[in-house]
C-alpha cells in the first residue's frame, strides 16, 4: 500500500503558475507510474498527466499541453505538476495517483491509489 499527501494548491490569478507535489510513502516510489487527475465543480474527473517509472515517458490531456509540466524525483519520492499560463478553467480539485504497473496510462480506473486532492482556483 502507498499513501499519497498533495500539499500546495491554492489561488492564482489568470496566467499565473503553479506547482503542485505529492508525496508518497509505504512502499517503495520508483515501482509506481504516477497520474494527476482533476475534477471541477459538477463535472467528472478527468485525466491531466501522467509520467512512467523512471520519467522518461509522460501524458499530457490536450488541454494542457504546451502550459503544464510533470515531473518526479525518486530520491524524494515525489511527483510534481507544474502548471503556467493557468486559465479559469483549469480550476478543479487536483488529486495524484499511483498505479501499480510500469505502464503509463491515462484511465482513472487503471491507478490504485489515489491522495486526497489538493483546490487549485484561477481567478479571471
Known amino acids: 500500500q502507498v499513501q499519497l499527501v498533495e500539499p500546495g494548491g491554492g489561488l492564482v490569478q489568470a496566467g499565473g503558475s503553479l506547482r503542485l507535489s505529492c508525496a508518497a510513502s509505504g512502499r517503495t516510489f520508483s515501482n509506481y507510474a504516477m497520474g494527476w487527475f482533476r475534477q471541477a465543480p459538477g463535472k467528472d474527473r478527468e485525466f491531466v498527466s501522467s509520467?512512467?517509472?523512471?520519467?522518461?515517458?509522460?501524458y499530457y490531456a490536450d488541454s494542457v499541453k504546451g502550459r503544464f509540466t510533470i515531473s518526479r524525483d525518486n530520491t524524494k519520492n515525489t511527483v510534481y505538476l507544474q502548471m503556467n499560463n493557468l486559465k479559469p478553467e483549469d480550476t478543479a480539485v487536483y488529486y495524484c495517483?499511483?498505479?501499480?504497473?510500469?505502464?503509463?496510462?491515462?484511465?482513472?480506473?487503471?491507478?490504485?491509489?489515489w491522495g486526497q486532492g489538493t483546490q487549485v482556483t484561477v481567478s479571471s
Open positions: 509520467i512512467s517509472r523512471s520519467g522518461g515517458t509522460t
Open positions: 495517483a499511483a498505479r501499480t504497473s510500469s505502464l503509463v496510462v491515462t484511465t482513472e480506473g487503471a491507478y490504485d491509489y
